[in-house]
């Protein structure tokens, strides 16, 4: 027996019935309602959703194979600042798209630049996914990117009209995967990328040195 398509609908099983703005500033607030068709058959009650519109954005794990070294970005996140823990993370290189016309490629390029001063001599796609999408728009693209770190010792980067502070750490490929398994990794840009990276090392490897 063939299975079945996932997922079960579409765009056109989807009804917005009003769209109100409710803020509009670094993010952006939108108020829903909507209905939608049901599993069971028919179609949903009118009901309300608050949703966050977001740029899309890019990340990058930037990754000398010759020193088998990757460098890391560490920043304050204001999201973390009501938890146990330090709100300073560390993270791959990130940042948003901010014109419509912009490859997510390009972008991930121009904060290798600005947040760790380093040229990117290779790159290659990761994977695409959905940030939150129970209350966000955002859609992040991840990459690998190739660079030589003979030389570099770290610094201190970020754009100060963006008021970034950014640190970059330079660490082998053990340290960082030590770092992961004990749990100091707890983002999810940078928990994906690595896993990732972590499944996929051999065939960069191979294609890189």
Same mark, same amino acid.
């Given at each position: 027996m063939m299975k079945k398509s996932l997922p079960a609908f579409e765009q056109s099983d989807l009804s917005i019935v009003s769209r109100e703005v409710k803020y509009d500033g670094f993010f952006k607030i939108h108020k829903l309602s909507l209905s939608h068709a049901l599993f069971e058959g028919g179609q949903s009650e009118v009901f309300e959703r608050e949703l966050c519109l977001r740029n899309d954005a890019v990340g990058m794990?930037?990754?000398?194979? =010759?020193?088998?070294? &990757?460098?890391? @970005?560490?920043? $304050?996140?204001?999201? +973390?600042?009501?938890?146990?823990? =330090?709100?300073?993370? &560390?993270?791959? @290189?990130?940042? $948003?798209?901010?014109? +419509?016309?912009?490859?997510?490629?390009?972008?991930?390029?121009?904060?290798?630049?600005?947040?760790a001063n380093l040229s990117v001599d290779a790159i290659e796609p990761m994977l695409d996914y959905f940030v939150s999408p129970g209350g966000s728009t955002e859609f992040f693209s991840l990459f690998v990117g190739k660079v030589s770190l003979s030389d570099v010792k770290g610094g201190v980067f970020g754009l100060a009209q963006e008021n970034e502070d950014i640190r970059l750490h330079i660490l082998s490929v053990d340290e960082v995967f030590a770092l992961l398994k004990q749990g100091q990794i707890n983002n999810a840009m940078t928990l994906i990328a690595l896993q990732w990276f972590a499944l996929n090392k051999v065939n960069i490897d191979a294609k890189w040195q």
């Open positions: 794990l930037l990754y000398d194979p =010759s020193l088998q070294q &990757l460098a890391m @970005v560490e920043q $304050m996140r204001i999201g +973390a600042i009501d938890r146990n823990q =330090s709100p300073w993370m &560390l993270e791959v @290189v990130a940042g $948003m798209l901010d014109k +419509a016309c912009e490859a997510p490629c390009d972008v991930a390029i121009r904060e290798a630049k600005e947040e």
